[in-house]
């Protein structure tokens, strides 16, 4: 079974940048994907990128398009989201899930497709 955890959350100010990591462990044979997802207090859990085991390619939410980039290591035993140009609304309690590659691309806007999630890092934006 799949297990994952993330690392590099931390406090940052508006316009500063954050690279967080997702270490997975307990590969199989299946594809699978990658989603990040993030949660402020209040707010619904908001899938913001995923990335496929299968090929690499990676997706991302449109109004973190161009600030957010998924990528995976060469060993693919690790994947990052770099944040750039965070802002305060970016605030929230980030994580990374596992899920089962069922179709020809990740997917993250349902986070209910996702089975194992990591226990999250916090990211805050704040002056």
């Known amino acids: 079974q799949l297990q994952l955890v993330e690392s590099g959350g931390g406090l940052v100010q508006p316009g500063g940048s954050l690279r967080l990591s997702c270490t997975v462990s307990?590969?199989?044979?299946?594809?699978?994907?990658i989603g990040w997802f993030r949660q402020a207090p209040g707010k619904e859990r908001e899938g913001v990128a995923c990335?496929?085991?299968?090929?690499?390619?990676?997706h991302h939410l449109r109004s973190v398009q161009g600030r957010f980039t998924a990528s995976r290591d060469n060993t693919e035993n690790m994947v990052h989201l770099q944040m750039n140009s965070l802002q305060p609304e970016d605030t929230a309690v980030y994580y990374c899930?596992?899920?089962?590659?069922?179709?020809?691309?990740?997917?993250?806007?349902?986070?209910?497709?996702?089975?194992?999630w990591g226990q999250g890092t916090q990211v805050t934006v704040s002056s």
């Open positions: 990335i496929s085991s299968r090929d690499g390619v990676a």
């Open positions: 899930a596992a899920g089962l590659l069922v179709s020809n691309s990740c997917t993250f806007r349902n986070p209910n497709e996702y089975d194992i």
């Open positions: 307990g590969y199989t044979l299946e594809y699978f994907q």
